[in-house]
């Protein structure tokens, strides 16, 4: 079946429980019009029902090929491509000077949702380019933006970002490839990269690398990386093509999922060396790689979101159809349709309450980026980035994961058809599995919120955030409607577990942090069901007052009930979890090593 995307979810999403319509009213968006979000979704909604969902299946059943040094993509890829670039979709959050609308992340953000609940593979491609722009955006010189900023932004060229070798994955610092100054002032680069996504395709006439290495007399570890750009093609004085670089993909991989995703060895050096211009300083790569993680670390949870989301649309539409067993309590002859059970409802609110949940997860780390890059105020700015980067390992980490769930739920509501690639659900489980991993590891992510995020500013941007998640609770308490059933003192609940195990995490990253590396991933997961839960019901409370024709907005208390009750609800374990379990994982040895 085909994707459709849920625009009235997602607006809610977007203006109430990520609070794009709070921000504009306070006038840290300028003088952006809040309107046009509904029609740009609207477009890209049926861009991706008519280009790029057709094409989902055949990316999955012919993936790509390596053939005399080039990647072929999927039938039909190449087209979609040139008729993305050309409706504009690449340069949505792009800056205007250099080709783009200049439009909000948030924008962006749902946006992106839509590419990759339609297509995840395809979206994948333009999600690292807008990284690359980013990262040139902030950090480039004058003179590298006016050759390649443009191309990027338009879509024209695209971009990949080249951090992994065999001995570096998670550890950046072990990185070996090298880099030597040439007496122009450009650079010569040597090396192997790993799994590069996009590294080399045939849908533009050429592709701008970023790549991470190693200068002679750099300092060992992070400290000794810098950033370069290196263009498949050099670009003459007149902006024509020139000669080939010596960047090439040696090799591709064969995957899980995302098949038509080409995942590359790169290897440069063979012919002299791969000429590359820095990005930045010398040495100081990281802050610039950085700027592209964090921006790509978004996307990838939003790939959660998306990716969740397509396995719901497909499951609930098979729950309607497929007939098993009858409703309890039905005297009919015939049977049901299987939604009518209550095991397969619980599996359906399940996929659908925890999407939301991380769909107002992402879309309001979205937001608090955008207030940091856009407002005047220089105090809210700070807050802002602050809340942005204290939110980024969660939309990231707890997204993905919840991607993962819910397309495993999504082949078991089909049963055993859903083992079965005939039916699509199998490749939504499939093409999720990445997410969780790349971009830095959901571990990784979790070790970044404890130990860099929590404690920033003495946990002070957490302590404001649950201030304000803790307002949303008193309104659903204040609000007496029984349709809440539980819900503020499960959130409460919530709240209360997750001030505790903060309390405690901040206290052992002092005085042993072992302890709290152990609990880093539950903590995470308490904090994203406890944010996520909260935010359902703040959406749930505002879509009472909105009268637009989007059926009844009942239901959306019934989804923040349904959250509240079967996922926030987890929330007093995983604090037990995180305050109980540091001395078990400590000893693990004793098990692990006999
Ligand atoms: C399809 C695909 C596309 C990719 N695209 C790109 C790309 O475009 N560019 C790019 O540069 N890379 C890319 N990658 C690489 C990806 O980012 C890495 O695979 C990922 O960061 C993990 O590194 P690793 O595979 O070396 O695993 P490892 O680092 O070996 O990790 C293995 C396990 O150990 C855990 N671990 C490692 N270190 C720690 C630690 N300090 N504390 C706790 N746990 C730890 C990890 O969480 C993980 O569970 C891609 C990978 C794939 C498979």
């Known amino acids: 079946m085909t994707y459709r995307a849920p625009i009235h979810d997602m607006l809610l999403a977007l203006n ?39 094409l989902n299946r055949i990316g999955d059943e012919n993936g790509i090929q390596l053939k005399d040094g080039g990647v072929t993509t999927a039938p039909g890829w190449p087209d979609a491509y040139q008729r993305w670039i050309a409706a504009g979709w690449n340069g949505v959050s792009g800056p205007e000077a250099f080709g783009g609308q200049g439009l909000p992340m948030a924008i962006n953000a749902a946006c992106t949702e839509i590419w990759s609940a339609s297509n995840i593979a395809f979206g994948l491609c333009p999600l690292l380019t807008l990284s690359a722009i980013e990262a040139l955006d902030a950090h480039g010189s004058g003179e590298l933006k006016n050759i390649y900023l443009e191309k990027l932004v338009t879509g024209e ?20 490839s090298r880099a030597e100054r040439a007496p122009d002032g450009s650079y010569r680069v040597f090396g192997t990269k790993i799994f590069i996504t996009y590294g080399d395709h045939d849908m533009t006439d050429n592709i701008v690398h970023f790549v991470l290495a190693r200068l002679p007399d750099a300092p060992p570890g992070t400290k000794g990386i810098s950033l370069f750009l290196i263009p498949k093609f050099l670009v003459n004085a007149d902006g024509s093509l020139g000669a080939r670089n010596d960047i090439f993909a040696s090799g591709v991989e064969h995957k899980l999922g995302m098949h038509a995703s080409p995942t590359c060895t790169m290897t440069m050096g063979d012919k002299g060396g791969a000429i590359g211009y820095l990005i ?109 980067a204290l939110l980024t390992p969660i939309a990231k980490a707890f997204s993905t994961d919840i991607g993962n769930e819910v397309t495993s739920l999504g082949v ?77 003192v499960k959130l409460r609940d919530a709240l209360g577990s997750l001030e505790r195990s903060s309390k405690w995490l901040l ?44 059926g009844d907005p009942a239901r959306y208390v019934t989804l923040a009930r349904f959250f509240a009750e079967n996922v926030a609800v987890q929330a007093g374990s995983l604090e037990r979890t995180v305050i109980d379990s540091a001395e078990s994982v400590i000893s693990a040895d004793a098990v692990l090593l006999a």
């Not at 306070?26 to 809040?34: L, S």
């Open 507 to 550: 206290e052992r990253l002092a005085s042993a942090p072992t302890e709290a590396l152990a609990g880093a991933t539950p903590y995470l997961r308490l904090f994203g069901s406890t944010l996520g839960g909260c935010m359902l019901a703040g959406e749930a409370l505002a879509a009472k007052d909105i009268t637009d024709g989007g």
């Open 157 to 176: 060229w695209t971009g990949t970002m080249q951090l992994t070798e065999p001995q570096a994955g998670s550890d950046v610092g072990a990185l070996r």
């Open 280 to 388: 930045g300083e010398e040495n100081r790569g990281m802050l610039c790689m950085f700027t592209m993680m964090n921006q790509a670390r978004l996307g990838v949870g939003i790939e959660g979101v998306g990716i969740a989301d397509r396995a719901y649309q497909q499951a609930l539409a098979y729950a309607q159809d497929r007939k098993q067993g009858r409703a309890p309590g039905s005297k009919s002859a015939g049977m049901d349709p299987i939604i009518v059970h209550p095991d397969v409802k619980r599996m359906l609110m399940q996929m659908r309450s925890m999407t939301a949940a991380a769909r107002t997860i992402c879309y309001a780390t979205a937001v608090a980026l955008d207030v940091a890059a856009r407002s005047t105020d220089p105090t809210v700015r700070t807050a802002a980035a602050a809340r942005g």
């Open 412 to 488: 078991q509501v089909h049963g055993g058809m859903g083992f079965i690639e005939e039916t699509g659900a199998a490749q939504h489980f499939r093409d999720a599995r990445i997410t969780a991993i790349y971009e830095g590891t959901n571990g990784i992510q979790s070790i970044d919120l404890v130990t860099r995020k929590l404690g920033a500013n003495g946990g002070a941007s957490v302590w404001a955030l649950l201030e304000e998640l803790a307002g949303i609770v008193s309104h659903v308490e204040a609000s007496n409607d029984p349709a809440f059933g539980t819900t503020g």
């Open 16 to 54: 109430h429980g990520a609070g794009l319509q709070a921000a504009l009213k306070a006038g840290h968006y300028g003088d952006f019009d809040g309107d046009i979000a509904s029609a740009v979704l609207e477009e890209a909604g049926r861009f991706a029902t008519d280009v790029l969902a057709p």
